[in-house]
């Protein structure tokens, strides 16, 4: 072959070559460039469809939520997106976001596309040649239905600019170290894309959780961790500034009645109030906490004395016994505040705490609504509460509590008719605590329950031995009723000691029927129905006492023994107030019982009041069961003998029980 021929061959070859892998690569890129495109195209209408919670209302024409405008402005600046429109099912045009602005068009336009995707329930792509100035040079565009069920609710489109891309596909082929490059740098942005994407996230991640750390989720104040970081860098640095820290108890009064009236929802709304309120009295270099339920704190800094701690903590009180408005309703609560002073009660935060706590306490034992400071007769009295407390506790575990019986006399003819039943707590010195002071913490700690039963089958117990003329008293705590089944308890009592119903007399006072009323009334219903007797005691002390005796048939009103003490006064009201009593009792057919006779002159008042029974110091103190056979034998030899005066005994103790 001739060297021209062969050139020409060379030639014919060469082009060939070029020709078919020039048609090669048109073919390649073109296909490859058409699936990548229309893939882009779909991935990132699926993006949107999958982010945009309100796609059925904007297809519906409604306005885009704050959300999804916040996402289509964020996804205008991501990608190669130049355009998304959201189509209703019938395939007109709703909403435009494209680089300009995202809102709704002004006049739907008719989508072929949009409906086919629809029909098809499938996306319908498509990549095609633009003209460069209102549509790239060349693009891609993906119509994807939107499904809810089978049903569809609205069509994502979007379109890509893919000019770039093409051309970068004719360099990849044309140019193998761009095309490297280009390649390297794709595969190297794609992962640290992805990576600091990842690591905002976190970032976003690990504040939250600090912030939770250190803060009250329901009302954003700080929680109680971050009290004690705080509170220990002002104690720290109290020295150098000087003056005096004030740390303030904040509790809500009543604020569990909220709960059970409007709910927890209603509670927690009432909290968040009462938070903003708490920031508004406290000054901006104070610092305001939630330590827990309805228990709040403020850390007043800088405290010059007491004065101004104590006008704080008014402010906090008038500015919390305004009404909240919570569910529409007008919700009154008020405040106690506790105040502990640093140095002065405290420099470490424990003990600053506990003060704090101590004197919040004390505000609410003195009617709530008000603020007190912690002194050191606080912790005095709280240790021998808690000493109180587990001797209590000691008491019932060991069945440590006595009994003693403090006899009952018939008025006119000054027989033994019973014994009023009293509970004793034998104290360290090898005396007795007063039941005026161990009874009212046996019910906050839960323990009335048990001592009630205690006493009232002792009492029964030691009853069924006695003469069957004698009766015996028991005081029942109010309590005893919260639980429902003080009848069970009754009638288990006399079922095992075989007393006879009518020889137990049971106690109430009128705390008892100040709660709920018509419950109590139920259960005095079934006590009545066991036979035995019920009294009010301390008849007279109570405000409301004879709007029960209407609606409750007492077998017996016993009158409180602070009229007798007040009997000896001048003006001499007490005595006609007795009389009074007396004279009602008489006219609703019920036994009268005058208590706290102590001396000869109230008990010669007494005789001539023509009352049924008497009690007191003057007549029998308070004996062991021991005792008992002793003072039923004499008052057997001298049943029209006046009853010996005790009365150079100490006349102020209280009566028991």
């Known amino acids: 072959m001739s060297v021209r021929r062969t050139l020409g061959f060379v030639v014919a070859s060469l082009i060939l070559l070029v020709a078919g892998t020039f048609a090669a690569v048109k073919l390649t890129t073109d296909h490859l460039l058409y699936r990548q495109a229309t893939s882009a195209a779909e991935n990132w209408a699926r993006y949107v469809a999958d982010n945009v919670k309100d796609l059925e209302f904007i297809a519906l024409g409604e306005q885009p939520s704050s959300a999804s405008m916040e996402f289509f402005n964020w996804a205008q600046r991501v990608g190669l997106v130049y355009r998304y429109e959201i189509f209703n099912r019938e395939g007109f045009s709703q909403l435009v976001s494209d680089r300009k602005q995202t809102a709704l068009v002004g006049v739907s336009e008719f989508s072929p596309e949009a409906a086919r995707s629809v029909e098809r329930r499938t996306p319908v792509v498509a990549a095609q040649e633009g003209d460069g100035v209102e549509r790239p040079a060349f693009f891609a565009e993906a119509y994807v239905p939107v499904l809810s069920g089978d049903r569809p609710i609205a069509v994502v489109a979007a379109f890509l600019d893919q000019t770039q891309e093409r051309e970068a596909f004719f360099s990849t082929f044309l140019v193998a170290a761009i095309a490297l490059c280009l390649l390297t740098a794709l595969a190297f942005c794609l992962p640290a894309i992805a990576w600091y994407r990842r690591t905002k996230e976190k970032e976003r991640a690990d504040e939250q959780i600090r912030y939770l750390a250190h803060h009250d989720v329901m009302t954003g104040l700080d929680n109680r961790h971050r009290l004690s970081e705080k509170l220990q860098r002002a104690l720290v640095s109290l020295p150098e500034r000087g003056g005096k820290l004030a740390l303030h108890y904040v509790d809500l009064d009543y604020f569990k009645n909220v709960n059970d009236t409007l709910g927890h929802d209603a509670g927690d709304a009432l909290l968040q109030l009462a938070a903003e ?369 005790t009365s150079d005994k100490p006349a102020t103790i209280r009566k028991a029980g």
């Open 277 to 645: 309120r708490l920031r508004m009295a406290a000054r901006k270099k104070d610092f305001v906490a939630r330590i827990g339920g309805d228990e709040f704190t403020i850390v007043q800094v800088d405290a010059s004395d007491k004065s101004e701690a104590e006008a704080l903590a008014q402010r906090v009180i008038t500015i919390l016994r305004e009404p909240f408005v919570v569910k529409g309703q007008a919700v009154s609560v008020g405040a106690s505040v506790g105040i502990a002073m640093a140095p002065t009660d405290a420099i470490d935060i424990a003990q600053l705490m506990r003060c704090a706590d101590l004197a919040l306490y004390k505000a609410k034992a003195d009617g709530r609504n008000c603020a007190r400071f912690f002194s050191s007769q606080l912790d005095v009295d709280n240790q021998a509460r808690l000493a109180l407390e587990q001797a209590l506790r000691s008491a019932v575990a060991t069945d440590g509590f006595g009994l003693e019986f403090q006899p009952i006399y018939d008025s006119m003819n000054k027989t033994l008719v019973g014994y009023e039943a009293l509970v004793r707590l034998p104290s360290f010195d090898d005396g007795t605590t007063s039941p005026s002071v161990f009874i009212p913490i046996a019910e906050d700690i839960g323990l009335i329950g048990y001592i009630g039963r205690w006493v009232l089958k002792k009492a029964c117990h030691a009853a069924a031995a006695w003469p069957e003329h004698l009766s015996v008293s028991v005081n029942l705590s109010p309590a005893q009723f919260s639980t429902g089944d003080v009848c069970e308890t009754v009638a288990e009592a006399l079922r095992e000691s075989g007393l006879d119903p009518r020889r137990l007399e049971l106690e109430i006072t009128e705390g008892l029927l100040l709660g709920d009323t018509e419950a109590v009334m139920e259960q005095l219903g079934g006590l009545k129905k066991l036979g035995v007797l019920i009294a009010m005691d301390d008849f007279g002390t109570g405000y409301s006492s004879l709007s029960y005796l209407w609606r409750f048939r007492f077998d017996k009103i016993k009158i409180d023994r602070s009229f007798m003490s007040a009997y000896d006064d001048a003006n001499g009201n007490a005595g006609t107030v007795v009389k009074t009593i007396v004279a009602l009792g008489r006219s609703l057919n019920m036994q009268v019982t005058v208590e706290g006779v102590e001396t000869d002159g109230q008990a010669t008042f007494v005789r001539n009041l023509d009352a049924d029974q008497v009690q007191g110091f003057y007549y029998g103190r308070p004996m062991p069961e021991a005792a008992l056979g002793a003072s039923m034998l004499a008052d057997l030899r001298s049943e029209t003998a006046e009853p010996k005066d």
